[in-house]
């Protein structure tokens, strides 16, 4: 597989000689989703038939996406409505399920049983707090009387809120008063696009609302951190050296990669386009230099050719 | 207006005022996604034309028994993250407000003083704009909070230290005479 580790990425676009010789030795490719194998409810074309080719070339197809809205059973059935084949939940690592193991080590790791670990406040949709309940977590109720009456909160999560607002802000900073209140997040996100070209904002901006009200910074699961990666090692033990890391977004999926010792693939399908990631590439800053991928495609599907048919 | 469906996607629809030019976020305890939606709207379609101004930073309004709200400055915050910029923020301790009222009354600063209970936004301010500056003890801070700014190295830090303290601004009673 291409380099990870000392000097900065070469930004090259990925096709012919090189493509088979970077593919060939791949045991593994980690996948963001959004932007990647699709936008909206359409696939990238050919992307289907890029999974099914590394399936038969023997190759790991794994993913992990910040998207906090779904659970990893409704992923499954989008992954199969949009036209891929032999995608289990298994596979797939979202920062709703990721976040929900993470405050499952948090709160029920010290052998504490479900009724000592305490509750989580949860900001975010079903798929999320369906993702927490499934880790064995409680849930606080919205609209409660004064905390401490019953079970204490633990730990506040913030997600994809749609339903967010002040109400439920204040409601966080006051489980936030006790400072053995975990602060969560499970992305870093400010935005995310729309199919016609717009954003709608991402949990990072309810986050920065928290914090300022709170007082306290967030831990963030999702990418560029790096604990989705430690629940896909724990899972499925794959070897960095060996895995590409595959995405969208320079500031999450290539920063991930490169905090991961994998290398990196940009994919113009998306969020970034090849320009943020020559500038950054020309930036004197070191933090930019970890935003630059080691190689881009125009689309997934451009991954085809460097397979044995 | 009422939002054409239930998720932001529908929301996104939604007609967008073409007079708007600004997007003003100010104390509101009825913020909600959707309007944070719709503020990113404005300022993805304006751009630079579309002004961000935000009305204070305060991060918390204190409550009796030590109990908060969250503030503007949250609100304030969330935006500037979705939209990826920096809000002109009116209130103290930026000079804006000084400069309003030095503009109307005719102010001196080296004859007026700043009488406030918070270090990071009435003190600041004052020290700022060159005025006189009185801490009253009725309010969020403390004395010993005053001292730690004191004893430390750091300049900015250094800035949030008032001339002057009172217990309460009823002590500066006998120095008028009658």
Redesign the interface.
């Known amino acids: 597989a291409g380099c990870s580790g000392g000097g900065m990425a070469g930004c090259r676009r990925l096709s012919g000689a090189e493509l088979r010789e970077v593919l060939g030795p791949a045991e593994g490719l980690l996948f963001d989703c959004d932007g990647v194998l699709w936008a909206g409810e359409r696939a990238v074309p050919g992307a289907p038939e890029l999974l099914e080719r590394l399936r038969r070339s023997g190759k790991t197809a794994l993913f992990v996406s910040n998207n906090s809205r779904r659970s990893v059973a409704e992923l499954e059935r989008r992954f199969s409505r949009l036209g891929f084949r032999g995608v289990r939940a298994e596979h797939v690592f979202s920062s709703a399920l990721c976040s929900a193991l993470f405050l499952r080590q948090r709160l029920l790791g010290g052998g504490a049983s479900g009724n000592g670990a305490g509750r989580v406040f949860v900001l975010g949709g079903e798929g999320l707090r369906g993702e927490v309940r499934g880790a064995g977590l409680r849930l606080a109720g919205e609209g409660e009387p004064a905390p401490g009456a019953a079970e204490p909160v633990r730990a506040v999560l913030v997600g994809y809120d749609d339903q967010f607002t002040f109400g439920k802000l204040a409601q966080a900073c006051g489980y936030l008063r006790d400072p053995q209140c975990l602060l969560v997040a499970t992305d870093p996100d400010p935005w995310h696009p729309l199919s016609d070209g717009q954003r709608t904002p991402g949990t990072g901006s309810l986050t920065a609302a928290v914090e300022t009200a709170s007082g306290r910074k967030a831990l963030v699961v999702g990418k560029p951190n790096t604990y989705m990666f430690d629940c896909i090692v724990e899972r499925f033990g794959v070897d960095p050296s060996r895995t590409l890391m595959v995405g969208d977004r320079l500031e999450t999926d290539i920063l991930f990669g490169k905090n991961c010792g994998l290398s990196t693939i940009l994919t113009l399908t998306g969020v970034s386009r090849l320009e943020e990631a020559q500038a950054y590439m020309a930036s004197d800053s070191a933090a930019a230099k970890d935003l630059v991928p080691n190689y881009y495609v125009d689309s997934i599907a451009d991954l085809i050719p460097g397979l044995d048919e | 207006a009422a939002l054409p469906g239930p ?3 529908d929301w ?1 629809q939604a007609p967008l005022d073409p007079a708007v030019r600004a997007v003003l976020v100010g104390f ?7 309007k ?2 719709q503020a ?2 404005y300022l ?1 379609r304006g751009g630079p034309g579309c002004l961000l101004v935000g009305t204070n930073r305060d ?2 309004l204190p409550l009796e028994g030590g ?5 503007t ?3 304030v ?6 939209a ?1 910029r920096e809000a002109f923020i009116v209130g103290k301790p930026n000079r804006y407000m000084f400069d309003c009222v030095a503009s109307e009354f005719d102010i001196d600063p080296a004859r007026t003083i700043m009488v406030g209970d918070r270090l990071d936004t009435d003190i600041l301010m004052g020290n700022s704009c060159g005025l006189t500056t009185l801490l009253t003890l009725t309010g969020v801070t403390t004395l010993d909070e005053v001292k730690g700014h004191q004893e430390s190295d750091c300049p900015a830090r250094q800035s949030l230290v008032p001339d002057y303290y009172v217990d309460s601004i009823a002590d500066l009673l006998p120095a008028l005479g009658d």
């Open positions: 998720a932001p996607a996104a509101d305890e009825h913020f909600s996604y959707a944070l939606c990113l709207r993805l991060h918390r109990a908060a709200i969250p503030g400055g949250c609100l915050k969330a935006v500037e993250t979705a990826q």
